[in-house]
């Protein structure tokens, strides 16, 4: 008889993924997990499957092939086992870091002369991964960077994982959850061909904005390297050394800049990177910014409900973490993973607020909610 390809017993860690394929082929197939009380849940019903749990114990599965004229069965276990290195909660490795122009660029993480694009993201690797809570700037709108864990991160129901940034409430009106809230969207990503690489389909978290109307889908902008010999245009004010420092364009019709201000004198633009445009696209979510004063001197920026990186303070836990359920296609229909393995901090506002410039989303680490620790100090 020729080989199912499918063994009787495995042994496997914990959040870590079983590829498993049926050799035979049929008309349909379906994979069954038998759970202690009885019952039966239907874990796929393609030719192939991971496996995947976060708890340890005996699982007991089977496999059907559905045909007129080969049938098979097939039953089998798995082992899920505890990691003999324990998995860190936090992030493990930084795969890219592709901010957009901004005030705190080139400063955070720090750029020195001579720098390339490696040594900037090892920086940034530094700056959030493990227990370091170096901050890092995403820019303006559609900057990002792109992390994960050293394993996958399963998805149970609620919260699944945290991202911590420097988001702040003003006192004169509390209530309002207004001060400094610079939304940053989450995209995640499954790594179901298992090769360890982020080839595989990206999806956003729809936080409390995704359906809104206000919030433009499958937007996009383009970012020009500043002239060097262009004359600054300072601002009446003296805050703003050049209005008009970056141009941007986007695929609405509109344009703008990313201006200059006296507080940052260092270059804007990314300096490690040798192309005079930067492409960014995404979802954009709507202004949160108001200029209290009328005269550009005081502005706030509200928070949004739920679903965003450092849109809150890092003291409210449950409106800096993220449910992995929240996950949407690139047409807004809700997709259920099993866990994500790649994840992905975009700034997603494109606003400019006066003296205090543009949007901009920052971050300093990320924690799998599943894993415990005792010393959490974020």
């Avoid at 995640?188 to 995704?210: F, P, Q, R, T």
């Avoid at 192309?275 to 995404?282: K, M, N, R, Y």
């Avoid at 709507?286 to 965003?308: E, H, M, Q, T």
Wanted: hydrophobic content about 30%.
């Amino acid at each position: 008889m020729i080989n199912l390809g499918i063994d009787s017993e495995y042994y496997v860690n914990r959040m870590t993924k079983l590829p498993l394929e049926s050799a035979f082929t049929g008309s349909e197939y379906r994979w069954t997990l038998h759970k202690a009380d009885g019952s039966d849940s239907i874990l796929s019903r393609e030719r192939s499957m991971i496996f995947i749990e976060a708890e340890e114990g005996e699982y007991s599965l089977s496999f059907d092939i559905i045909d007129d004229n080969t049938p098979y069965h097939h039953d089998f276990k798995v082992n899920v086992m505890h990691e003999e290195v324990e998995y860190s909660p936090y992030i493990s490795k930084v795969l890219e870091y592709k901010p957009a122009p901004g005030q705190f660029i080139n400063e955070m993480p720090k750029y020195e002369e001579g720098d390339t694009y490696e040594k900037i993201l090892q920086k940034a690797e530094e700056s959030i991964s493990g227990t370091n809570s170096t901050l890092i700037s995403l820019g303006a709108y559609g900057g990002y960077v792109t992390f994960v864990f050293d394993h996958t991160v399963v998805n149970k129901p609620g919260y699944d994982f945290l991202v911590v940034g420097n988001s702040f409430y003003e006192l004169n009106e509390p209530d309002k959850k207004g001060g400094s809230a610079e939304p940053g969207i989450v995209y995640v990503s499954y790594d179901a061909n298992c090769n360890g690489i982020a080839d595989d389909e990206w999806y956003e978290l729809a936080g409390s904005e995704y359906y809104k109307p206000e919030t433009i889908h499958n937007y996009s902008l383009i970012y020009t390297r500043p002239d060097e010999s262009k004359k600054p245009e300072p601002d009446k004010t003296g805050m703003i050394t050049d209005q008009t420092y970056i141009q941007w364009v986007d695929n609405q019709g509109e344009a703008g800049y990313v201006a200059k201000n006296r507080f940052h004198a260092q270059d804007y633009y990314p300096k490690w990177v040798k192309e005079d445009e930067l492409h960014f696209s995404g979802s954009k979510l709507a202004n949160n910014g108001v200029d209290k004063s009328g005269i550009g001197r005081y502005f706030v920026l509200y928070a949004y409900p739920w679903g965003y990186v450092d849109n809150h303070p890092n003291e409210y836990e449950d409106l800096n973490s993220f449910d992995i359920s929240w996950a949407v296609d690139k047409d807004g229909n809700p997709v259920k993973l099993p866990g994500i393995d790649f994840v992905r901090v975009m700034t997603g506002v494109n606003q400019y607020c006066g003296w205090i410039g543009e949007t901009s989303t920052e971050l300093s680490g990320a924690r799998d909610l599943h894993i415990k620790i005792s010393d959490f100090n974020f």
